[in-house]
């Protein structure tokens, strides 16, 4: 039985739960007992790795045994069932003080409810979102935990050992209270699905319009890197997009299905921001987008609809191509913005003490949308930490001044050329109705009234009202906010 050695443990030992455990055997002053459901996947790890000095258990009881109090485990299994397990087992061995914590991409929901259960025995429950992938999680992972005060004091200098750093601070931070870890990652990885979207749509527009070769634009996205819209999706796209099909000679991108999946995080996202009443398109057309690739047989149907069918080419390729990034940056504005909206409304909803500019901070290194503007978030907010509306922030009300005329010939163009651009087009509406002076929402609601006798409010005066809707002219039949 091992001796009490440990200060941190890992349960689940897949790729990412054993990236990250050599991450924190790699760290001065960790020591990592690791438990895996089946032994031998710890035994691999072991002989894999003698460098890490782990300690290796065989059942929960040797887990608890091998770690110094408080006791302190992080769970890399699937989300789910199989956390929920875990968690039990944990429970069963771990004493009051101790802390659990869950490292999967779990639903925030979920986790408030496992955090006040776990509360009930005394042992802290955190729920904390990680970002980077598997390299992330061996080099340097960007943390969103959650959870109570008391394990964030024991938890700090473990996370803060083994995150990614970003101009000279480690990117990890006491997110708050409960679900507050896993729902910003959850945001997270929402906002990912339309940084990608975009970027997709870019790559679209660029090769159909000028003509150029994958490897050409992936010059365009190395650019473009060195640049405002330097980020690690960017970064990646240039790599994807030089890539050569060993087998076919042909561009890997030209032979990659175009279906893309989609896992839990992307649908949570939008859920998430419809239950609050955020508006979130770019991120719900990334979504969108993802699901009608996915529909073979429905697009195969549909290849003979009517549409353009004149061939498009632009007429200057270079100005077409500096318009796209512009359109590009001004709609990746866009879908942060949401994104800050949606954890915004998240605290105010669940109780939540969430920095936004610290949450900005963590994301420009080790997660999947790092990226140079990320700065610039935690610079408006840090400005106004009250800021009502990001877009609104002096830097990124100049950006959207100076990009939005070419946001709006990219969207013209790609609507009369009949190509698909929802994460553009949907962001430029989303701007666009944000700073209208007035929306024909006035008008539904007169329709909510007529049908179903749901009121409405007046601009002239203060209540609730419903009209008798009958011939030309109409007769307000009830005032007041009971009627």
């Known amino acids: 039985m091992p001796v009490t050695t440990a200060n941190i443990g890992v349960v689940g030992l897949a790729v990412m739960g054993s990236n990250l455990a050599r991450n924190l055997a790699s760290r001065e002053g960790n020591t990592v007992a690791v438990f895996n459901r089946s032994y031998a996947r710890t035994a691999e790890l072991l002989e894999e790795h003698p ?16 770690l110094a109090r408080p006791r ?25 003080g101790d802390i659990i914590v869950d490292g999967g991409n779990s639903l925030f ?26 390299e992330g999680a ?39 209270h409960d679900g507050a870890g896993h729902f910003v990652k959850m945001v997270h990885n929402g906002i990912e699905y339309a940084d990608m979207q975009l970027i997709a749509e870019a790559y679209d527009l660029i090769r159909r319009g000028t003509g150029r070769s994958p490897a050409e ?19 990646i796209t240039a790599e994807v997009l030089r890539q050569v099909d060993a087998g076919t000679g042909r561009p ?22 419809a239950d609050l009443g955020i508006p979130a398109p770019a991120i719900a057309e990334a979504l969108f987008a993802r699901s009608l690739s996915s529909k073979p047989a429905q697009r195969a149907a549909a290849r003979d609809l009517p549409g353009p069918t004149a061939p498009w080419a632009v007429g200057d390729p270079d ?3 500096e318009e796209v990034r512009q359109a590009l940056y001004a709609s990746k504005i866009a879908a942060y913005s949401q994104g800050f909206d949606l954890i915004i409304a998240g605290a105010e909803q669940y109780g939540w003490d969430i920095r936004k500019g610290d949450v900005a901070a ?22 106004d930490p009250d800021l009502p509306e990001l877009l609104t922030a002096p830097y990124f009300r100049e950006a959207l001044g100076r990009t939005q005329e070419a946001w709006r010939r990219v969207v013209q163009a790609a609507a009369a050329a009949g190509i698909p651009a929802p994460a553009f087009s949907s962001s430029l509406a989303y701007y666009d109705g944000l700073r209208a002076e007035r929306l024909p929402a006035a008008l539904i609601q007169g329709q909510r009234d007529f049908f179903g006798a749901h009121t409405y409010q007046r601009v002239d005066r203060p209540g609730a009202f419903h009209t008798l809707w009958s011939g030309d002219r109409a007769e307000i039949a009830a005032e007041g906010s009971g009627h």
């Open 51 to 66: 460098e890490a000095g782990f300690v290796g258990t065989q059942s929960y009881r040797e887990l608890a045994d091998a």
């Open 72 to 96: 302190t485990a992080i769970i890399m299994v699937k989300a789910g069932a199989a956390t929920d397990a875990v968690i039990d087992e944990l429970v069963g061995v771990f004493e009051p």
């Open 109 to 134: 929901t979920d986790t408030i409810r496992r955090e006040a259960a776990v509360r009930a025995t005394g042992i802290n429950f955190v729920g904390m979102g990680v970002s980077g992938g598997e």
């Open 138 to 176: 061996l080099n340097g992972p960007s943390l969103m935990p959650g959870g109570s005060d008391e394990s964030w004091t024991t938890l700090g200098p473990i996370l803060r050992s083994i995150a990614a750093v970003a101009e000279g601070q480690p990117c990890v931070t006491h997110i708050g």
């Open 217 to 235: 634009i992936a010059d365009v996205f190395a650019e473009w890197n060195r640049g405002e819209l330097d980020s690690y999706l960017i970064e």
């Open 252 to 273: 890997l991108v030209d032979v990659i299905l175009d279906q893309a999946g989609a896992k839990g995080t992307g649908a949570w996202t939008v859920q998430a921001a």
């Open 319 to 321: 100005a077409f191509v």
């Open 362 to 383: 963590i994301w420009r290194g080790g997660c999947i949308i790092r990226a140079k503007f990320l700065n610039r978030i935690t610079e408006a907010y840090a400005a």
